[in-house]
């Protein structure tokens, strides 16, 4: 049988704010001790109903890390995806609200990603979402940002602590003036709605310059760590 367990993926300034902020993942190990990544195993998830009990799994346990680490005096913030099949889980949000209750944690420091897609075709749910994960106290972010064709619009009707950016925003950025400039639009649009920004999937030191340059707050991408079992800072 595979065993669960979470990894672990810094999130870093670009400002200095030494804030600890971490991508949290769920991955498997089998009999065989190879660990297998979500992509590996979440379609079939998908297909047989189990992804609303995954992601209570992996909130259940980030937040019990948190716990642990806050008696060790860290102030930790963990970023983790909730599912479309969660979203429309009538009872999440109640669930949500008893883990925390009885939870000695600050609630802001579990920030819930939503894929933008879902957020576009669910616009009700995730405005509820938004709303009453804000009454108890946690913070959302809009996960993969840049695939409507008009991102600066959309965010206009979203209410939203993070923008993750989508990768295709970021690839090839240094080689692309257009592209850098886009980037740099969208980065303002963000900091005016009073949201931050965190460009993902970094991979060389170019880009990091470029990004700063572009007024970008977090980045994060296997360049800087790649996803580990453990919470060591990074160096």
């Known amino acids: 049988d595979a065993i669960a367990f979470l990894y672990y993926q810094p999130i870093i300034s670009l400002k200095g704010d030494g804030q600890e902020r971490y991508s949290v993942f769920i991955r498997l190990r089998d009999d065989r001790q190879c660990v297998r990544e979500a992509k590996e ?8 109903g189990r992804m609303i009990a995954i992601d209570r799994w ?10 642990e680490q806050r008696s060790q ?9 909730v599912a479309e099949e969660t979203l429309r889980d009538e009872h999440f949000l109640g669930w949500m609200g008893e883990r925390l209750a009885r939870q000695p944690i600050p609630p802001e420091w579990l920030i819930l990603q939503v894929m933008e897609e ?10 509820r979402l938004t709303r009453e994960l ?6 959302v972010a809009i996960n993969r940002f840049g695939f409507s064709q008009e991102p600066e619009r959309l965010l206009n009707s979203l209410r939203v602590d993070f923008i993750k950016l989508d990768a295709q925003l970021i690839s090839g950025i240094a080689d692309d003036d257009p592209k850098f400039k886009r980037l740099q639009k969208l980065a303002e649009v963000i900091r005016d709605q009073g949201s931050i920004s965190i460009a993902t999937n970094i991979e060389d030191a170019r880009t990091l310059s470029v990004l700063w340059t572009a007024g970008i707050d977090y980045v994060q991408g ?5 996803p580990a079992p453990t919470l060591d800072p990074i160096q």
């Open 134 to 139: 804000s009454a108890l106290g946690c913070r």
């Open 73 to 81: 005096s860290r102030h930790l913030h963990f970023f983790v995806n």
């Open 118 to 127: 879902y957020a576009l075709t669910n616009p009700s749910i995730y405005a």
């Open 58 to 67: 992996v909130i259940e346990h980030a937040i019990s890390v948190l716990i």
């Open 222 to 226: 296997n360049f800087l760590q790649r």
């Open 41 to 48: 195993f979440l379609a079939i998830a998908v297909q047989t």
